[in-house]
């Protein structure tokens, strides 16, 4: 059964840390999201990717955020330097869209990050 | 930003029981997707409705979709336990439908 693998399942870090979260989409997909979770934002969209080009990443920090494809199996968040508020679950979802229309996405189980 | 606003936030009946999410939105959409989330789990997504369609079916869940309202319906029926999750309507607008943007969710409780 084809699934969306993040890795660290958790991570936890001291402020000012380099963080980095990993992401092997299911083969084949040719876009890649990233979310973030909180209980106050919900869920909000930070990147996304389609044939490992970046599309949209609005939603993301700019000055610490990061976003990459380096190839079609491995897609990276990373955040340089961590701050409190970055405290999240940070989510990966891969899928597979044909034309200008839409699929259902597949989430990875996510990484909880606790920046202290 | 937030582009579906489900309601209740929160839903709690017995098992059996039929349990109605819904769903309001503010652009125009190109589709309508609903998930569910397990606590400490991913989102799995549940059912894909397009804007050219109004109801949708599968299994014990029915879909509806009104445009003109800007609104959908998730219906869950004869509630098990194992339906206790969170849901959540996603919408994929008319320019750029691949990207799909969450509403906050539903917390259903399934009670025994």
């Known amino acids: 059964d084809a699934r969306v693998t993040q890795t660290p399942r958790h991570k936890v870090t001291e402020m000012g840390q380099e963080v980095t979260m990993r992401c092997q989409p299911i083969?084949?997909?040719?876009?890649v999201f990233w979310y973030r979770q909180t209980m106050m934002q919900g869920l909000e969209l930070l990147a996304y990717?389609?044939?490992?080009?970046?599309?949209?990443d609005s939603g993301m920090p700019k000055d610490r955020f990061s976003a990459e494809m380096p190839d079609a199996t491995l897609a990276t968040l990373k955040i340089q330097p961590s701050e409190p508020r970055d405290s999240a679950v940070y989510f990966c979802?891969?899928?597979?869209?044909?034309?200008?229309?839409?699929?259902?996405?597949?989430f990875g189980n996510g990484t909880r990050l606790t920046v202290t | 930003s937030q582009q579906g606003e489900e309601d209740p936030q929160a839903l709690s009946i017995q098992e059996g029981e039929n349990a109605t999410m819904n769903c309001s939105y503010k652009?125009?959409?190109?589709?309508l997707q609903w998930y569910r989330q397990n606590s400490g789990r991913g989102l799995v997504h549940l059912i894909l409705?397009?804007?050219?369609?109004r109801e949708k079916h599968s299994g014990r869940l029915r879909v509806t979709l009104d445009t003109s309202k800007k609104s959908s319906s998730l219906l869950i029926t004869a509630s098990r336990a194992a339906d206790t999750a969170s849901y959540f309507c996603?919408?994929?607008?008319?320019?750029?439908?691949?990207?799909?943007?969450f509403g906050q969710g539903t917390r259903l409780t399934i009670n025994p």
């Open positions: 979802a891969s899928g597979l869209v044909q034309g200008a229309g839409n699929s259902p996405l597949h």
């Open positions: 083969l084949g997909h040719n876009t």
């Open positions: 990717f389609r044939n490992r080009a970046p599309l949209d």
């Open positions: 652009t125009s959409i190109n589709n």
């Open positions: 409705i397009r804007s050219n369609e």
């Open positions: 996603a919408t994929g607008r008319v320019q750029g439908a691949q990207k799909l943007v």
